[in-house]
């Protein structure tokens, strides 16, 4: 049996039109160059659904441009095991591979989990059961819980708490695990929110959790068992930079306005569940916290157009430039999400004060430009870098302390 190639809306034969009508929860398994461990985990998935699952399903396999012989031992499955189905996608990124399945399935809820099988099966079932009874609206698997059973490295572990802790100070999230890929959601709910989910790569996940939690819609957790796949092909490095990027992208839309936060939740949220966001922390030790993350993505976006600005304009305007342009945002970021104002009022002050900090933190970054290139003059790029971030840690603590009096001012 063949199936088309899928490059926009995915088209849907009458084989697996029929598998998904009398579906309840389509298993999506993306994948990328796995031709070796395809055959093995969606035939074991497949015998466990089979044997110990309550619900009607089918699973998905989704090839997203996999170079080797992925689609053909998908084909291969297809011909086999009636309720598997396959589609491929002319591109990469596991968020357009989910996008595109999920918006073509005719199942009530949807869901996903990585070729691995890196979770327990016996969490599928408390991870769908929420809604399909309509409990709840998405639900995550968490490793992060106190019973969760995890087996990883330090280091893949220290990675992914730090995440999730810079997702708690930037983006207010009340969810434990982003990026467990182990994840369910029901399919009315994807309709509104998939359209406005940018991302199509990993940082998918987190901007999906995030509208969901934005919209007063309920997450449930499953706590998990997890035993991490030692030949995972994720490129930490990129994945890194690519969700800082996704990070202060949603920052900036929440900010501003940008992400139609209000509609969405007029549309699919409930009025009578309060959101999710929990209220901006009064202390000081949560304060900064909050700042602290704001100032980490500060700092990356200052010494990005530093040192792109750098070859061009010379050490002092680049820095004035980048210092400039960051500071406001800062401001504006802060304003926000660490210190709860919004709106019009105290904007013009809060900016001032900023700026005040502003002209600290230049007078300090040209000051010790200047010092180094009198008393160091041959020293190199990475030593200039060295004493830019000591001048800018100092000049960071100054904008704490100003925004925080200016705000505390009008309590």
Not at 29 to 38: A, G, K, M, Q, S
Not at 81 to 98: F, M, N, S, T
Not at 203 to 222: H, K, N, P, Y
Not at 387 to 407: E, S
Request: hydrophobic fraction near 45%; proline fraction near 4%.
């Amino acid at each position: 049996m063949t199936f088309p190639v899928a490059t926009g809306a995915l088209p849907v034969l009458e084989h697996n039109r029929r598998v998904d009508v009398d579906s309840v929860v389509d298993i999506v398994i993306p994948v990328y160059n796995e031709e070796r461990d395809l055959g093995r985990s969606v035939t074991r998935l497949n015998d466990y659904l089979s044997r110990d699952f309550p619900y009607s399903y089918c699973i998905t396999i989704a090839d997203n441009a996999s170079t080797d012989g992925t689609w053909a031992e998908a084909q291969r499955l297809v011909e086999e095991l009636p309720r598997v189905r396959a589609v491929h996608l002319d591109e990469k990124g596991r968020g357009r591979a989910l996008k595109a399945v999920w918006s073509a399935s005719a199942a009530p809820v949807l869901a996903y989990m990585d070729v691995d099988l890196s979770t327990d099966l016996r969490a599928l079932l408390p991870l769908v059961a929420p809604l399909v009874t309509g409990h709840s609206d998405v639900a995550i698997g968490t490793r992060l819980a106190a019973v969760s059973r995890v087996q990883r490295g330090a280091k893949r572990e220290f990675i992914s708490r730090s995440y999730n802790l810079l997702l708690k100070g930037t983006l207010a999230v009340s969810f434990s695990d982003a990026q467990c890929g182990f994840k369910a959601i029901r399919a009315a709910v994807a309709a509104k929110l998939l359209p406005e989910v940018q991302d199509n790569n990993w940082f998918f996940d987190t901007e999906l959790l995030v509208l969901t939690q934005r919209c007063g819609l309920r997450i449930a957790e499953v706590p998990v068992d997890w035993t991490d796949d030692p030949d995972s092909r994720v490129d930490i490095v990129a994945t890194a930079r690519e969700d800082l990027r996704g990070i202060a992208r949603l920052a900036r839309g929440l900010t501003t306005g940008g992400i139609p936060v209000q509609r969405l939740r007029a549309e699919i949220g409930s009025p009578r569940v309060p959101s999710t966001v929990p209220g901006v922390p009064r202390g000081m030790l949560s304060q900064l916290v909050r700042f602290g993350a704001v100032g980490v993505l500060s700092t990356l976006a200052y010494f990005g157009l530093y040192l792109a600005l750098r070859e061009l304009t010379g050490a002092q305007i680049a820095n004035v430039v980048a210092l400039l342009i960051t500071a406001v945002a800062n401001t504006a970021t802060n304003r926000r999400l660490t210190f709860g104002v919004s709106g019009g009022e105290g904007l013009l002050k809060h900016h001032l004060g900023g700026l005040v900090a502003f002209a600290v933190g230049l007078g300090l970054t040209s000051g010790s430009l200047w010092s180094l290139s009198r008393l160091a003059p041959e020293s190199g790029r990475a030593v200039e870098v060295a004493v830019l971030v000591l001048a800018n840690l100092i000049a960071t603590a100054v904008r704490f302390l100003t925004l925080r009096q200016l705000i505390a001012s009008e309590d």
